[in-house]
């Protein structure tokens, strides 16, 4: 592997020399589809939140959808500070924070990074889920072997590390959207726009049929209450009380995973051949897909399939533990819930028989296998800006001959084979929402510190002041959802999360202080503007600090009221 260490900022536009760099090899629309997978994260999770939910669901996707949306222009807005930079808007963001604490800049590329990368792991599990759902039973023995390496029931009841044909088949998709990557940025985005357009054609066909047919009962998608079950475990209609809201921060708290990602589309800006331009246009445009998409999906999934009903009460021993849990019909259904059963029932949703169903479902498969590319682009350069700026190892700042950084590629693939072993995903899902709700409440701050501290800096793209604020408002939203309805994924969930987000500060002192010995590297040294330099400064003052405490109480508050 022919790879050498380059500066981000080296290189110029389109610089030709003889050693590794990114390349500018695409425009907006390159970006468009290489983020284009985005929608198809509505997969991953439309089952357990509509599972969750309930009638509500649908109106918790157009909420969070419209919530991504307004807070992607802080976004634009931050990533036209920097054209030279890759990774995204952690590392734009980080670059606000770092002159007040050198501890916060690594923690929201961390965050960004273990938000993101899981989709790999997640996407793939899936993607072969339901291609073992099309050629075999379900009670075929390739679907029910399986070797137990670890329990890790005191994480999550029921949680474990396993080797099944899901994870065998899943690593083979890795291991193919692996090999797309190492070719660079413009073959991928080639690649991507062809899966696109196979890929997103049955997203819409599913979304707009069933609208279009008006075969979507009103019944289905109203009385707008949260899901409730009495005591013999049948549906109900809930009430707006502090149960029910919980459930719907939950849900808002899960869907920001999917309906936030398409900020993904600025992780390019290094690669853009005009940057200054094409970095709005490519988050504008993923942006409104996205809104489409997140709408009219859940509406017509839930809308055709239905809430469902109790099927079979749940088994209880003499001292009330359940040994048998209730079974549900339609959006309550075990496989629903768990994602495996999506495809199939999506498919099911538009008739015309088994062979157009499994047609279907093979699309859907291109749709997770998009979002897995998506994600490994998106994620890998935020591994190799963070380890060019001095927040990671060195090795992570490499790049092959086709300017693809192959050393974090690989990282990535090692980490989501570990998560790929996993038995619960939607548990996994939540963990890594986690950090991105972090990574998110520390990057739409950093806009106003941007502000602040740099006035008089160009902006390509300048957002409106009040979209600003909004998104700053938006913000605390956040982690007022993640503290109150985190911990519905999961006992512990919040707190394991919080966890892996502090792993950074160990992986951060080793390499600042012990490799670096203090000092970060020059070019991020010019970029983050450390030194007494006219036109920048850290004039916000106590303000970042008081945004980080009210941050850390708003959490403490939403998980104290919350009613689990």
């Given at each position: 592997?022919?790879t050498?260490?380059?500066?981000?900022?080296a290189?110029?536009?389109g610089?030709?020399?003889?050693?590794a760099?990114l390349?500018?090899?695409?425009?907006?629309?390159?970006?468009?589809?290489?983020?284009?997978?985005?929608?198809?994260?509505?997969?991953?999770?439309?089952?357990?939140?509509?599972?969750?939910?309930?009638?509500?669901?649908?109106?918790?996707?157009?909420?969070?959808?419209?919530?991504?949306?307004?807070?992607?222009?802080?976004?634009?807005?931050?990533?036209?500070?920097?054209?030279?930079?890759?990774?995204?808007?952690?590392?734009?963001?980080?670059?606000?924070?770092?002159?007040?604490?050198?501890?916060?800049?690594?923690l929201?590329?961390?965050?960004?990074?273990?938000?993101w990368?899981?989709?790999l792991?997640?996407?793939?599990?899936?993607?072969?889920?339901?291609?073992?759902?099309?050629?075999?039973?379900?009670?075929?023995?390739?679907?029910?072997?399986?070797?137990?390496?670890?329990?890790?029931?005191?994480?999550?009841?029921?949680?474990?590390?396993?080797?099944n044909?899901?994870?065998?088949?899943?690593?083979?998709?890795?291991?193919a959207a692996?090999?797309i990557?190492h070719?660079?940025?413009?073959?991928?985005?080639?690649?991507?726009?062809?899966?696109?357009?196979?890929?997103?054609?049955?997203?819409?066909?599913?979304?707009?049929?069933?609208?279009?047919?008006?075969?979507?009962?009103?019944a289905?998608?109203?009385?707008?209450?949260?899901?409730?079950?009495?005591?013999?475990?049948?549906?109900?209609?809930?009430?707006?009380?502090m149960?029910?809201?919980?459930?719907?921060?939950?849900?808002?708290?899960?869907?920001?995973?999917?309906?936030?990602?398409?900020?993904?589309?600025?992780?390019?800006?290094?690669?853009f051949?005009?940057p200054r331009?094409?970095?709005?246009?490519?988050?504008?445009?993923?942006?409104?897909?996205?809104?489409f998409?997140?709408?009219?999906?859940?509406?017509?999934?839930?809308?055709?399939?239905?809430?469902?009903?109790?099927?079979?009460?749940?088994?209880?021993?003499?001292?009330?533990?359940?040994?048998?849990?209730?079974?549900?019909?339609?959006?309550?259904?075990?496989?629903?819930?768990?994602?495996?059963?999506?495809?199939?029932?999506?498919?099911?949703?538009?008739?015309?028989?088994?062979?157009?169903?499994?047609?279907?479902?093979?699309?859907?498969?291109?749709?997770?296998?998009?979002?897995?590319?998506?994600?490994?682009?998106g994620?890998?350069?935020?591994?190799?800006?963070?380890?060019?700026?001095?927040?990671?190892?060195?090795?992570?700042?490499?790049?092959?001959?086709?300017?693809?950084?192959?050393?974090?590629?690989?990282t990535?693939?090692?980490?989501?084979?570990?998560?790929?072993?996993?038995?619960?995903?939607?548990?996994?899902?939540?963990i890594?929402n986690?950090?991105y709700?972090?990574?998110?409440?520390?990057?739409?701050?950093?806009?106003?510190?941007?502000?602040?501290?740099?006035p008089?800096?160009?902006?390509?793209?300048?957002?409106p002041?009040?979209?600003?604020?909004?998104?700053?408002?938006?913000?605390?939203?956040?982690?007022?959802?993640?503290?109150?309805?985190?911990?519905?994924w999961?006992?512990?969930?919040?707190?394991?999360?919080?966890?892996?987000a502090?792993?950074?500060?160990?992986?951060?002192?080793y390499?600042?202080?012990?490799?670096?010995?203090?000092?970060?590297?020059?070019?991020?040294?010019?970029?983050?503007?450390?030194?007494?330099?006219?036109?920048v400064?850290?004039?916000?003052?106590?303000?970042?600090f008081?945004?980080?405490?009210?941050?850390?109480a708003?959490?403490a508050?939403?998980h104290?009221v919350?009613?689990?």
């Amino acid at each position: 592997m022919n790879t050498t260490t380059v500066d981000a900022a080296a290189g110029g536009i389109g610089s030709g020399g003889g050693s590794a760099t990114l390349h500018r090899k695409i425009g907006w629309a390159g970006a468009f589809w290489v983020a284009s997978g985005v929608p198809a994260l509505v997969l991953f999770s439309i089952g357990s939140i509509a599972a969750t939910v309930g009638k509500p669901s649908w109106a918790v996707w157009i909420i969070s959808i419209a919530f991504g949306f307004l807070q992607s222009f802080s976004y634009a807005e931050i990533a036209g500070l920097f054209p030279h930079k890759s990774g995204g808007a952690s590392v734009y963001g980080a670059v606000a924070w770092v002159r007040y604490s050198k501890m916060l800049a690594p923690l929201s590329v961390w965050c960004n990074w273990l938000a993101w990368s899981p989709v790999l792991a997640i996407g793939s599990g899936l993607a072969a889920g339901y291609i073992l759902s099309i050629l075999f039973a379900p009670d075929a023995a390739i679907n029910t072997w399986q070797i137990t390496l670890m329990d890790l029931s005191g994480i999550k009841a029921g949680l474990s590390l396993r080797i099944n044909a899901t994870f065998v088949l899943g690593a083979a998709v890795l291991l193919a959207a692996f090999a797309i990557q190492h070719r660079g940025i413009l073959q991928a985005a080639r690649m991507q726009m062809v899966l696109g357009v196979a890929a997103l054609a049955p997203l819409m066909l599913i979304g707009l049929w069933p609208l279009l047919s008006g075969d979507v009962p009103s019944a289905n998608l109203t009385p707008l209450y949260p899901l409730a079950k009495d005591a013999g475990g049948a549906v109900i209609d809930g009430a707006w009380d502090m149960a029910g809201l919980t459930l719907i921060a939950g849900g808002l708290f899960m869907a920001a995973w999917s309906t936030y990602g398409f900020e993904t589309a600025v992780c390019y800006t290094r690669e853009f051949r005009n940057p200054r331009t094409d970095t709005f246009k490519a988050i504008l445009y993923s942006g409104l897909l996205c809104i489409f998409v997140f709408t009219v999906v859940p509406l017509a999934f839930q809308g055709s399939i239905g809430l469902g009903q109790l099927v079979t009460p749940a088994v209880v021993d003499a001292a009330g533990t359940v040994v048998t849990p209730a079974v549900y019909d339609g959006i309550l259904a075990p496989d629903i819930y768990s994602g495996m059963g999506v495809a199939h029932a999506m498919a099911h949703m538009l008739g015309g028989g088994a062979l157009i169903e499994h047609v279907l479902m093979a699309m859907l498969v291109l749709a997770l296998v998009l979002s897995i590319m998506t994600s490994m682009a998106g994620s890998s350069r935020t591994l190799y800006q963070a380890s060019v700026d001095g927040w990671l190892p060195k090795y992570l700042s490499h790049v092959n001959a086709n300017g693809a950084p192959t050393p974090a590629m690989w990282t990535d693939l090692g980490f989501n084979l570990i998560l790929l072993l996993m038995s619960d995903y939607v548990f996994v899902l939540a963990i890594s929402n986690v950090c991105y709700i972090l990574f998110n409440f520390l990057n739409l701050n950093a806009a106003w510190i941007h502000r602040i501290d740099r006035p008089t800096w160009p902006r390509p793209f300048k957002a409106p002041s009040w979209l600003i604020a909004i998104g700053t408002v938006l913000a605390f939203v956040n982690l007022a959802l993640m503290g109150m309805g985190a911990d519905i994924w999961g006992a512990g969930t919040l707190a394991t999360g919080l966890l892996a987000a502090a792993m950074i500060l160990p992986v951060f002192f080793y390499r600042h202080y012990i490799v670096d010995k203090g000092e970060f590297p020059a070019a991020m040294q010019e970029d983050m503007h450390l030194g007494s330099e006219a036109g920048v400064g850290t004039r916000a003052g106590i303000l970042p600090f008081l945004t980080l405490a009210g941050g850390a109480a708003l959490i403490a508050i939403a998980h104290a009221v919350a009613v689990l």
